[in-house]
């Protein structure tokens, strides 16, 4: 537990904006472990009433030091947290940032819809002013862009899968309903799986970064995932 924490505040330290999925707790836990950094940087959560689940989202002072720039907004409980970062002039917000962090897992169709209406809301706002608005969607999805990524013999294998039911066919309708979404976007892919199965030596790539960018820029910028 402690070398967990730890390992967190290391990462909320080094980066402009952290996602945690699966962070089992409650605001209390979170205050106690990370007292000593809410005010550096800022940090937005929600959990469930069971303890399941949980994310948070932080957002370094240093990046955007006026907290009334920053909306959270809790779209499923412990799963899905919109986060938008907006810089007003004259009163208006001409730049806008949205962070998505998204634990697909357990949430029903209806409200899946609920929540790739509003993704697709930021979709077509960025790609509408694309040099003043930006998008990243990320978190663990649950469902992978490739098959079965073998370690012993670097190539994608078909066969069973790591997670059952983490391929297209096998996910769920409202699984396949924000693949759908997100495929309108551009997926930043490290070409390597995020989840390792030690009985197989194989892994999956089910945690996945996504952007509303113009592929003409992407090429011109050092990505770090």
Same mark, same amino acid.
């Given at each position: 537990?402690?070398?967990?924490?730890?390992?967190?505040?290391?990462?909320?330290?080094?980066?402009?904006?952290?996602?945690?999925?699966?962070?089992?707790?409650?605001?209390?836990?979170?205050?106690?472990? @990370?007292?000593?950094?809410?005010?550096?940087?800022?940090?937005?959560?929600?959990?469930?009433?069971?303890? *399941?689940?949980?994310?948070?989202?932080?957002?370094?002072?240093?990046?955007?030091?006026?907290?009334?720039?920053?909306?959270?907004?809790?779209?499923?409980?412990?799963?899905?947290?919109?986060?938008?970062? *907006?810089?007003?002039?004259?009163?208006? =917000?001409?730049?806008?940032?949205?962070?998505?962090?998204?634990?697909?897992?357990?949430?029903?169709?209806?409200?899946?819809?609920?929540?790739?209406?509003?993704?697709?809301?930021?979709?077509?706002?960025?790609?509408?002013?694309?040099?003043?608005?930006?998008?990243?969607?990320?978190?663990? =999805?649950?469902?992978?862009?490739?098959?079965? =990524?073998?370690?012993?013999?670097?190539?994608?294998?078909?066969?069973?899968?790591?997670?059952?039911?983490?391929?297209?066919?096998?996910?769920? *309708?409202?699984?396949?309903?924000?693949?759908?979404?997100?495929?309108?976007?551009?997926?930043?892919?490290?070409?390597?799986?995020?989840?390792?199965?030690? @009985?197989?030596?194989?892994?999956?790539?089910?945690?996945?970064?996504?952007?509303?960018?113009?592929?003409?820029?992407?090429?011109?910028?050092?990505?770090?995932?």
């Amino acid at each position: 537990m402690c070398r967990k924490i730890k390992l967190l505040i290391k990462h909320l330290k080094m980066n402009s904006i952290f996602c945690v999925q699966e962070a089992h707790g409650n605001s209390a836990l979170l205050n106690k472990h @990370l007292r000593k950094l809410q005010l550096d940087p800022w940090v937005f959560s929600s959990f469930s009433s069971q303890g *399941s689940g949980g994310v948070l989202v932080s957002v370094s002072t240093k990046v955007v030091p006026n907290y009334r720039c920053i909306t959270p907004d809790i779209l499923e409980v412990g799963r899905v947290m919109k986060v938008t970062i *907006s810089d007003c002039c004259r009163g208006h =917000f001409c730049k806008r940032q949205v962070i998505y962090n998204i634990h697909n897992f357990g949430i029903e169709l209806p409200s899946m819809r609920k929540i790739c209406a509003k993704v697709k809301e930021d979709i077509v706002f960025t790609k509408n002013d694309p040099l003043c608005c930006s998008l990243f969607i990320t978190g663990d =999805f649950n469902f992978s862009n490739r098959d079965k =990524f073998s370690f012993s013999a670097p190539s994608e294998v078909p066969g069973t899968t790591l997670v059952d039911g983490t391929t297209y066919s096998e996910i769920s *309708s409202a699984s396949k309903l924000l693949a759908k979404i997100v495929g309108e976007t551009i997926e930043l892919d490290s070409a390597l799986p995020t989840r390792y199965d030690t @009985l197989r030596d194989t892994g999956r790539k089910l945690d996945r970064i996504f952007v509303c960018l113009p592929q003409a820029f992407c090429p011109l910028i050092d990505w770090s995932i």
